[in-house]
T-cell receptor, first 114, second 112 residues
Framework: DTGVSQDPRHKITKRGQNVTFRCDPI?????LYWYRQTLGQGPEFLTY????????KSRLLSDRFSAERPKGSFSTLEIQRTEQGDSAMYLC????????????FGPGTRLTVT | QKEVEQNSGPLSVPEGAIASLNCTYS??????FFWYRQYSGKSPELIMF????GDKEDGRFTAQLNKASQYVSLLIRDSQPSDSATYLC????????????FGKGTLLTVNP
């Protein structure tokens, strides 16, 4: 059973550019979460999908951020007009639909905005 | 504001000792609790979860939950240098789609 994968692992971009990250969850997991983690902090929730439906978005997810999960499989997170404050580790996690809904994280995408 | 609080540490223990990591949470609706280990520059790795009051043991790890006190702990027995990492406590609830609220983590250092 392969784990959660994310691509790319690292991304360096200039302020104002758009970036897109991809997450492939564990195959039988119908729940997918995106988190953001900055240095010295725990991960912070961004958004949640159950199958292809985006059911919750954090207030942290400004209108520059958009996420999709077409066909309920992989997910993408796009950041438009990146800002230096967007620099962080973007983590994807997936879980099954049964309690206790434990989440397994991918390796993350480290974004640096210069 | 739902919060999970952890001592940031660093917590330093000698090899072979018991490391005790603590966590409190503010949301009484939290139902499931998770401990993740995170090595520097890596993503969180799930090591244990607990959702019933009491103790849960898995190898060298024991998680403890006291819902009345809103307190979760993780004990690591026979600590090894490879256990040196940041330990993240997280809480989830059905009412919030089981999204996780994390503490800031406790940095554990096991000295050989």
């Amino acid at each position: 059973d392969t784990g959660v994968s994310q691509d790319p692992r690292h991304k360096i971009t200039k302020r104002g550019q758009n970036v897109t990250f991809r997450c492939d969850p564990i195959s039988e997991h119908n729940r997918l979460y995106w988190y953001r983690q900055t240095l010295g902090q725990g991960p912070e929730f961004l958004t949640y999908f159950q199958n292809e439906a985006q059911l919750e978005k954090s207030r942290l997810l400004s209108d520059r951020f958009s996420a999709e999960r077409p066909k309920g499989s992989f997910s993408t997170l796009e950041i438009q007009r990146t800002e230096q404050g967007d620099s962080a580790m973007y983590l994807c996690a997936s879980s099954t639909g049964t309690a206790p809904y434990e989440q397994y994280f991918g390796p993350g995408t480290r974004l640096t905005v210069t | 504001q739902k919060e999970v609080e952890q001592n940031s540490g660093p917590l330093s223990v000698p090899e072979g000792a018991i490391a005790s990591l603590n966590c409190t949470y503010s949301d009484r609706g939290s139902q499931s609790f998770f401990w993740y280990r995170q090595y520097s520059g890596k993503s969180p790795e799930l090591i244990m979860f607990i959702y019933s009051n009491g103790d849960k043991e898995d190898g060298r790890f024991t998680a403890q939950l006291n819902k009345a006190s809103q307190y979760v702990s993780l004990l690591i027995r026979d600590s090894q240098p490879s256990d040196s990492a940041t330990y993240l406590c997280a809480a989830g609830s059905r009412g919030s789609n089981y999204k996780l609220t994390f503490g800031k983590g406790t940095l554990l250092t096991v000295n050989p």
